[in-house]
């Protein structure tokens, strides 16, 4: 009933404008996206695929449902880490339910607590957003640059003739330190 509801235009899936714009931009930066939701998967790509925007099945790299795992459990977020291939301190889960919040930040996710409407708690314990426009992606690891045979000039504050890397062409730059999310 649903689905067919959906295709006649009976019903379009609820999406907030700012998240559709946020969630474009992320998408065009290379950031790969998921859904996880209490609605199955097939109801998840229903809901964005004939939403008031139009089609937004292609921005998300895949969706998860409850046959994981519940939302306020550990191993859901867990599971989530090791199916898409991320180190979960790479991972940044977005909800307006602090419990699921909880759960994946104990796993290691960092978290934002969506807050809408109404008063903001006090002493959050996850970053707050009122909309997608506030939302602050954590800090990602930078990819490893071209290999460059010219120099940038130095910045005033460093000596005029800094040692030299031992780096030969075609070589790839080595990491001189892990990255580690603040």
Same mark, same amino acid.
């Given at each position: ?16 404008? *700012? ?16 859904? #996880? ?8 790509? %229903? %809901? #964005? ?5 139009? *089609? ?8 998860? !449902? ?29 909800? *307006?339910? =602090? ?17 809408? *409407? ?12 009122? !909309? ?41 730059? =080595?990491? %001189? ?6």
């Amino acid at each position: 009933i649903w689905e067919a509801g959906y295709r006649n235009g009976d019903f379009q899936g609820h999406v907030y404008e *700012d998240a559709v714009r946020r969630l474009r931009e992320w998408k065009d930066q290379g950031l790969a996206l998921y859904v #996880f939701s209490s609605g199955s998967v097939h109801a998840q790509k %229903l %809901l #964005f695929g004939y939403s008031a925007f139009g *089609d937004l099945t292609a921005l998300f790299s895949g969706y998860f !449902d409850t046959t994981i795992g519940a939302k306020r459990e550990t191993g859901a977020y867990r599971h989530i880490a090791r199916s898409i291939g991320i180190p979960a301190g790479e991972i940044l889960f977005l909800s *307006d339910i =602090r419990e699921e919040l909880d759960a994946a930040q104990a796993v290691g996710l960092y978290t934002c607590w969506l807050v809408r *409407d109404g008063a903001l708690p006090a002493n959050p314990p996850h970053p707050l957003a009122r !909309d997608f426009a506030e939302i602050i992606l954590p800090r990602q690891p930078q990819p490893y640059p071209a290999y460059n045979p010219v120099p940038p000039p130095p910045h005033p504050s460093q000596p005029k003739h800094p040692p030299q890397p031992t780096q030969t062409p075609g070589q790839r730059p =080595r990491r %001189l330190w892990p990255f580690r999310p603040p």
